[in-house]
């Protein structure tokens, strides 16, 4: 058989080698150091670097104790992040924080930062965008339209229905 062009161009997945502890604690603090990480970011990166399963929570109790890893700071910062740049409601963003393996407590303490009266100005602004730009037959038709964006959000059900009224009377 004769070997093709496509044959060549076609590459094996590169296999790594499995991470010592100590070059995962290096590269963690590396990675650490750029960006805000939360202790189930890091075991999920010593999983696929196939660090021994012995070695991982020593790692981690050490990246915590230097500090460069704090699931609180990593909470507060996720949650400003997530309801000033996305425009996620307060469900969406703990259950993307309990998916990262932060605890209910500091989920609950992170979130009582938000201003609710910030987070109900953000959904108005973003439904009267979504309704510039949703295509509807009837009034019933656009507020199950904007009830469902809304909710894909993460906002409450009874602020995004206060919500929902007072941006389609004022369309009216």
């Known amino acids: 058989m004769r070997k093709t062009d496509s044959d060549e ?4 997945p590169k296999e790594r080698k499995p991470k010592s502890a100590d ?3 290096s590269s963690l603090m590396r990675l650490c150091s750029r960006a805000e990480k939360s202790s189930g970011d890091a075991m999920r990166l010593m999983r696929t ?14 990246l915590i104790s230097m500090r460069f890893i704090d699931d609180s700071r990593y909470a507060e910062a996720y949650v ?17 924080l309990r998916i990262k393996g ?10 009582a ?29 656009l507020r199950g339209k904007l009830l469902r964006y ?21 369309d009216d």
């Open 113 to 141: 930062t938000l201003d609710n009266e910030e987070l109900a100005e953000r959904l108005e602004e973003r439904l009267r965008k979504k309704l510039r730009t949703t295509k509807y037959t009837t009034t019933y038709d």
């Open 23 to 25: 070059q995962a604690l």
């Open 80 to 96: 400003r992040e997530k309801s000033s740049l996305a425009g996620w409601g307060a469900r969406k963003i703990a259950q993307q």
């Open 9 to 12: 161009l076609i590459q094996k």
């Open 150 to 170: 809304a909710l894909g959000l993460g906002y409450d059900y009874d602020v995004v229905i206060e919500t929902i009224d007072r941006v389609v009377q004022c």
């Open 49 to 62: 670097w196939q660090v021994p399963e012995s070695d991982r929570q020593a790692v981690l109790e050490r």
């Open 102 to 111: 932060i605890s209910r407590e500091i989920i609950a303490s992170a979130l």
